[in-house]
């Protein structure tokens, strides 16, 4: 239950974020991802979003342990701090805004691990969390490459996504080293060979993306973050 709290509230952040896009740009400017959300937008903020938090309201007051309530409350003072600048844009950003999600995602997804685990130190759940960031971050970065593509104007994340593709294989093989070779918890090695996994479907996912649709891409970058670790475990 704790988890599917978290889940929840991660996703109900991220249909808050597209909302409020649907708000702020034009009809014609909008994304395949934020016209979805336009043409539903009603059905979301009178029915889905109520629900959806009415439900992460009980399980926090009924089902998650105090000490991971607490630790969610803490970040819920970053997530505010990411709709000030990223959505409202009331204060300057410090990080492009696919940075700041993924590692807000990544602080969310590791929530109940640090209070489950009680590390002695910081580095494990820190290295677990970085981890994670590197991963939701090329997620986001393969959509946003694809959207500009599709356009027909190729920019930012277009000539950045394969640096930084490469750039997070590189920096996740030297984790596998030092686990391998003791210098960090051997506990990390599933989440780190499942981060390296969905990197490197996310790099074939590249190389064919030019067959693929925005949804159809959008759907397999998906699957290629979510699908390594449960495979992993099993």
């Known amino acids: 239950m704790v988890h599917a709290g978290l889940g929840l509230v991660v996703w109900i952040i991220y249909v808050l974020d597209r909302l409020w896009d649907t708000f702020r740009q034009p009809k014609a400017e909008l994304d395949a991802r934020h016209a979805f959300y336009r043409r539903h937008r009603v059905l979301f903020m009178v029915l889905i979003l109520p629900l ?20 969610a409350v803490s970040l819920a003072v970053f997530v505010a701090l990411y709709f000030l600048v990223y959505v409202a844009r009331l204060a300057p950003a410090l990080m492009p805004r696919p940075h700041a999600a993924a590692l807000l995602f990544a602080l969310g997804c590791t929530t109940s691990i640090r209070f ?26 393969a959509l946003a490459a694809k959207e500009e593509e599709d356009v027909g104007k190729p920019a930012h994340w277009h000539a950045a996504h394969p640096t930084l593709l490469g750039g997070n294989l590189l920096v996740m093989v030297a984790v596998l080293y030092y686990i391998q070779k003791g210098s960090f918890d051997a506990v990390l090695l599933t989440p780190s060979i499942a981060v390296f996994a969905g990197l490197a479907l996310m790099t074939i996912l590249h190389r064919v993306r030019r ?20 495979v992993i475990w099993m």
């Open 116 to 141: 489950f685990s009680m590390p002695e130190t910081w580095t494990d759940p820190l290295l677990e969390c970085a981890m994670l960031t590197l991963l939701f971050l090329a997620n986001l970065s």
């Open 52 to 71: 959806a938090l009415a439900a992460a309201g009980w399980i926090a007051l009924k089902e998650i342990p105090e000490g991971i309530l607490w630790q």
């Open 211 to 230: 067959k693929l649709n925005v949804e159809q891409h959008r759907v397999l970058a998906d699957l290629a973050m979510v699908l390594p670790l449960p």
